[in-house]
């Protein structure tokens, strides 16, 4: 069954570094996403990305974070800069085209900022 | 705009007990409702999905859903709960058609812990 993979599964970073965690979406599946989950938080949503471009961000998604499909495969967030609050699980999902169709999640990168 | 809340926050029953979770939805048009199990250290899967056809939806792991929409809820259940089911549980809805992205909101989640 194909599914969302995201590397790396854990990373720890130092503040003020740049961070580069990367998605590889369902082949045939056309929106993008990434949702970050704060330690005992809900799941929130960042930026879904569509047709090679930002379709929409939320206010968490400042000019610290950026996103880009590089090769047509891969799926990557950047977060530049890192500060403690950004220690969270992040997660990858894509989507078919369709308005009923559901969201396939990765396992999630947890990142660790120190 | 859409938003889902999902009350109590820990969940706990006795092996083989019914499973009940909450989620209310707010929503000014017929909504796209889901729910998300995560397993610890796990991502989030799919257990299923309201999307109009049916108000009585069946998921996977016995799990199954009643959209209501005079009570604007959308109530997970499980029959008789195994240990295998502790996890979270996420309802989310989407927010189609405010934006075509199809973005996913969360409710809160709910820890299910299930007893010997």
């Known amino acids: 069954e194909p599914e969302v993979t995201q590397t790396p599964s854990h990373q720890v970073t130092q503040m003020g570094q740049e961070v580069i965690l990367r998605c590889v979406p369902i082949?045939?599946?056309?929106?993008f996403y990434w949702y970050r989950q704060i330690l005992g938080q809900k799941v929130e949503f960042l930026v879904s990305?569509?047709?090679?471009?930002?379709?929409?961000k939320s206010e968490i998604f400042d000019d610290q974070f950026s996103v880009e499909r590089p090769d047509g495969s891969n799926f990557t967030l950047k977060i530049r800069s890192t500060k403690l609050e950004d220690s969270a699980m992040y997660f990858c999902?894509?989507?078919?085209?369709?308005?009923?169709?559901?969201?396939?999640f990765g396992q999630g990168t947890r990142l660790t900022v120190v | 705009a859409q938003s889902v809340t999902q009350l109590g926050s820990h969940v706990s029953v006795s092996e083989g007990a019914l499973v009940l979770l909450r989620c209310n939805y707010s929503?000014?048009?017929?909504?796209?409702l889901f729910w998300y199990v995560q397993y610890p250290n796990q991502g989030l899967q799919l257990l299923l999905k309201?999307?109009?056809?049916?108000?009585l939806v069946k998921g996977i792991n016995g799990f199954e859903a009643e959209f209501k929409k005079s009570e604007t809820s959308f109530h997970l259940t499980k029959p008789s709960a195994h240990m295998s089911d502790a996890a979270e549980y996420f309802c989310?809805?989407?927010?189609?058609?405010?934006?075509?992205?199809?973005?996913?909101?969360f409710g809160q989640g709910t820890e299910l812990s299930v007893k010997p």
């Open positions: 999902a894509s989507r078919k085209q369709g308005v009923n169709t559901e969201a396939f």
């Open positions: 082949s045939n599946h056309l929106y």
């Open positions: 990305f569509y047709n090679n471009e930002i379709s929409e």
């Open positions: 929503s000014s048009v017929p909504p796209y």
């Open positions: 309201y999307t109009s056809a049916a108000t």
């Open positions: 989310a809805v989407s927010d189609w058609p405010y934006n075509q992205g199809g973005k996913l909101i």
